[in-house]
């Protein structure tokens, strides 16, 4: 069932919990995540990142996620997850999205705010719900698509003010904005954490008591089931979820690569069968831990 972001929010707020919010760069990715969605009856959040356009292109993405969205009884959000552009967002949207995501969270505060207030604008239109990002997710990663190769920890500044998100800055953002859903920065990081995260989850009640309204965590990666958790009850309401469930394809994979070498006859619609089917798995533990079953 196709719905906007505004719509699984909604769930999220009501039942105090997170939804996953997965990206999709392949057909497999996709099936493995509402195959996830299905089994445990959650909604999701199925997204496409323009980084991953080396291996699917944003056109044949929306396809495959539309097509997915619109087969299954889950209720399922198709959006752009750190879309570059008033370009690129109305682009999302002539393809079908119903949720874009603009991140200009890189530029100076006042143009983040005009940014995302004219995609919120030209979005609201059409009935699309619009996510923006106010302070800084770092990156953490070893050869991933996601972002520099570097990791970067609250020791790093002087003032982690300056990178994490402030409640009077988020308290204005969403009154200049009027956006559906903020990603707050609070120590989370994106890839292959080598590191372990330094969190300030109190942060998150902070910024909820001063504007109250769905949040979004990007960057997962390192975090236990007890902070995840944590940030899911101090008002997280959408968790971006990714490496680790690709991790986790390569992995069946690689387990079986033996058994592969072996066989003379290796049909190679097995091979995206063995990752696909340990992606669900995966998606299926975080789906628990994001609505508090596990």
Same mark, same amino acid.
């Given at each position: 069932?196709?719905? &906007?972001?505004?719509d699984?929010?909604?769930?999220?707020?009501?039942?105090?919990?997170?939804?996953?919010?997965?990206?999709?760069?392949?057909?497999?990715?996709?099936?493995?995540?509402i195959?996830?969605? #299905?089994?445990t009856?959650?909604?999701?959040?199925?997204?496409?990142?323009?980084?991953?356009a080396?291996?699917l &292109?944003?056109?044949?993405?929306?396809?495959?996620?539309?097509?997915?969205?619109?087969k299954?009884?889950?209720?399922?959000?198709v959006?752009?997850?750190?879309g570059d552009s008033? #370009?690129?967002?109305?682009?999302?949207?002539?393809?079908?999205?119903?949720?874009?995501?603009?991140?200009?969270?890189?530029?100076?505060?006042?143009?983040?705010?005009a940014?995302?207030?004219?995609? %919120?604008?030209?979005s609201?239109?059409?009935?699309?719900?619009?996510?923006?990002?106010?302070?800084?997710?770092? +990156?953490?990663?070893?050869g991933? %698509?996601?972002?520099?190769?570097?990791?970067? +920890?609250?020791?790093?500044f002087a003032?982690?003010?300056?990178?994490y +998100?402030?409640?009077?800055?988020?308290?204005d953002?969403?009154?200049?904005?009027n956006?559906?859903?903020?990603?707050?920065a609070?120590?989370?990081?994106?890839?292959?954490?080598?590191?372990?995260?330094?969190?300030?989850?109190?942060?998150?009640?902070?910024?909820?008591?001063?504007?109250?309204?769905?949040?979004?965590?990007?960057?997962?990666?390192?975090l236990?089931? #007890?902070?995840?958790? +944590?940030?899911?009850?101090n008002?997280?309401?959408k968790?971006n979820?990714?490496?680790?469930?690709?991790? &986790?394809?390569?992995?069946? %994979?690689?387990a079986?690569?033996?058994?592969?070498?072996?066989?003379?006859? %290796?049909?190679?619609?097995?091979?995206?069968?063995?990752?696909?089917?340990?992606?669900?798995?995966?998606?299926?533990?975080?789906?628990?831990?994001?609505?508090?079953?596990?």
């Amino acid at each position: 069932m196709l719905v &906007s972001l505004h719509d699984v929010m909604k769930i999220a707020e009501r039942d105090k919990i997170a939804i996953g919010a997965f990206n999709v760069p392949n057909w497999e990715s996709a099936a493995a995540i509402i195959g996830a969605a #299905e089994e445990t009856d959650m909604p999701v959040v199925l997204q496409y990142a323009p980084v991953h356009a080396q291996f699917l &292109s944003m056109e044949d993405a929306a396809e495959i996620m539309l097509y997915f969205a619109k087969k299954t009884k889950v209720p399922v959000c198709v959006h752009l997850d750190h879309g570059d552009s008033f #370009e690129r967002c109305m682009q999302a949207i002539r393809l079908g999205f119903t949720s874009v995501m603009i991140d200009a969270s890189a530029r100076p505060y006042e143009e983040n705010v005009a940014t995302t207030a004219e995609v %919120v604008r030209a979005s609201h239109a059409v009935g699309v719900s619009v996510e923006a990002e106010v302070g800084h997710i770092f +990156t953490s990663v070893t050869g991933s %698509v996601e972002g520099p190769a570097k990791i970067e +920890t609250k020791d790093s500044f002087a003032d982690v003010d300056d990178v994490y +998100t402030r409640p009077e800055t988020a308290k204005d953002f969403k009154e200049k904005t009027n956006v559906d859903a903020l990603a707050i920065a609070f120590g989370t990081s994106h890839g292959i954490y080598v590191a372990k995260p330094v969190l300030d989850l109190d942060r998150i009640t902070a910024i909820k008591k001063a504007v109250d309204m769905p949040f979004v965590m990007h960057g997962g990666s390192g975090l236990s089931k #007890e902070e995840f958790q +944590t940030a899911i009850r101090n008002g997280i309401r959408k968790i971006n979820y990714y490496t680790y469930m690709t991790m &986790s394809g390569g992995k069946a %994979v690689k387990a079986q690569t033996d058994r592969i070498k072996a066989d003379d006859h %290796v049909f190679f619609h097995d091979i995206p069968g063995i990752a696909t089917q340990a992606m669900k798995e995966d998606v299926k533990q975080a789906i628990r831990i994001f609505n508090n079953t596990l």
